[in-house]
């Protein structure tokens, strides 16, 4: 099946300060989707992004499908961004539905 | 309110005992999943369902059972078969399973499940 892998697997940032997360995936997909997982651990949907880019507010994401990989971007991070950051991919064919999960990006933003 | 709605919150079982969570959507969605979270980790399928009384396998499906009777209605019960059943159990639902459009998944708030 397809293989879902993050970077980095931590990062510390002082609030304010910019980053991005990367995940890449070993086969085409049918479903990009990145999540944020709150200390309650709820999943709150991202992105939707199979490929292209898009922005919300101060996140965005860029997914480049021929080259097996999507990029999250934070800018000007707030405390209240921290916790888990997880990629998930759907390679569709026999596989459709089935999300493959990365390790997660634990982000912990300082005041 | 449109949603995922898991029930019970927290669950604690003894060793032995068979248990049922419980996964609710009101979304009008065809299909819905199931997902374990062990600490530290992503997350893994358990099993999933495309539609009304059909559901497969998942990558861990082993010491679980589902039914999928209702399009609302998803329980997942987990077996004494299952050896380490200690873990965050999340419930998700998409539009459809088959079509790129329509395939994003949304997830329920979940069920932490110890077994004592």
């Known amino acids: 099946g397809i293989q879902v892998e993050q970077s980095p697997p931590d990062l510390i940032l002082q609030e304010g300060a910019n980053s991005t997360l990367r995940c890449n995936f070993s086969d085409s997909v049918n479903n990009l989707q990145w999540f944020h997982q709150n200390p309650w651990g709820q999943l709150i949907n991202l992105f939707y992004?199979?490929?292209g880019t898009k922005q919300n507010g101060r996140l965005s994401a860029t997914t480049v499908a021929t080259e097996r990989y999507s990029l999250l971007y934070i800018s000007s991070s707030q405390t209240t961004d921290s916790g888990v950051y997880f990629c998930a991919a759907d390679a569709g064919g026999t596989s459709y539905g089935k999300l493959t999960f990365g390790q997660g990006t634990i982000l912990t933003v300082h005041p | 309110d449109g949603g995922i709605t898991q029930s019970p919150k927290y669950l604690f079982r003894k060793e032995g005992q068979n248990v049922t969570l419980s996964c609710e959507q009101n979304l009008n969605h065809d299909a819905m999943y199931w997902y374990r979270q062990d600490p530290g980790q992503g997350l893994r399928l358990i099993y999933y369902?495309?539609?009304?009384?059909?559901?497969q396998k998942g990558d861990i499906a082993e010491g679980y059972s589902v039914s999928r009777e209702k399009k609302e209605s998803f329980p997942l019960t987990v077996t004494s078969a299952q050896k380490n059943p200690t873990a965050f159990y999340l419930c998700a639902s998409s539009l459809t399973s088959g079509s790129t459009l329509y395939n994003e998944q949304f997830f329920g708030p979940g069920t932490r499940l110890t077994v004592l």
């Open positions: 992004i199979p490929s």
């Open positions: 369902s495309q539609i009304v009384n059909d559901f």
